[in-house]
C-alpha cells in the first residue's frame, strides 16, 4: 500500500482544512487508517484513526467535536475534515494505515507499517 497525502496549508484560527489521504492498492478498505501529526522536536501524536470495513472512528481528546474523519472507499481515500482550527494543531500531517490495528493499537505509531508523506498545516492566531 502507497499513501499519498494532501490539503494542508494556511489557515487562521477558527478556520477549516481538509485532509485526504490516498492509497494504492487493491483492498484498502480493509485497512485502519489513521492521521498522526508531529512538531518539530516531538514525537508523533495520535490525532484520529478509522477501521476498516465498518469505519469506526477514533479521536483524540483535543480534537474531539472538531475534527471528523471519514473514508470513501471508492475512491480509496480517508479524508480528515478539520474545523475550528487552532494554532496548536499547527504540525506536519501524517497518514498510516494497516491491516491488523485492533483498538488497543489504534492511537500507536509503531503499529502502522504504511505511511504517507507529510503534509504541513499551519494555522494562525
Known amino acids: 500500500v502507497q499513501l499519498q497525502a494532501s490539503g494542508g496549508g494556511l489557515a487562521q484560527a477558527g478556520g477549516s482544512l481538509r485532509l485526504s489521504c490516498t492509497a494504492s492498492?487493491?483492498?484498502?478498505?480493509?485497512?485502519?487508517v489513521a492521521w498522526f501529526r508531529q512538531d518539530p522536536g516531538a514525537e508523533r501524536e495520535f490525532v484520529a484513526a478509522?477501521?476498516?470495513?465498518?469505519?469506526?472512528?477514533y479521536y483524540t481528546d483535543s480534537v474531539k467535536g472538531r475534527f471528523t474523519i471519514s473514508r470513501d472507499s471508492a475512491k480509496k481515500t480517508v479524508s480528515l475534515q478539520m474545523n475550528s482550527l487552532k494554532p496548536e494543531d499547527t504540525a506536519v500531517y501524517y497518514c498510516?494505515?494497516?491491516?491488523?490495528?485492533?483498538?488497543?493499537?489504534?492511537?500507536?505509531?509503531?503499529?502502522?507499517?504504511?505511511w504517507g508523506q507529510g503534509t504541513l498545516v499551519t494555522v494562525s492566531s
Open positions: 498510516a494505515a494497516d491491516k491488523g490495528i485492533i483498538v488497543t493499537t489504534v492511537a500507536l505509531a509503531g503499529e502502522y507499517d504504511y
Open positions: 492498492g487493491r483492498t484498502f478498505s480493509t485497512y485502519a
Open positions: 478509522i477501521r476498516g470495513n465498518g469505519g469506526i472512528a
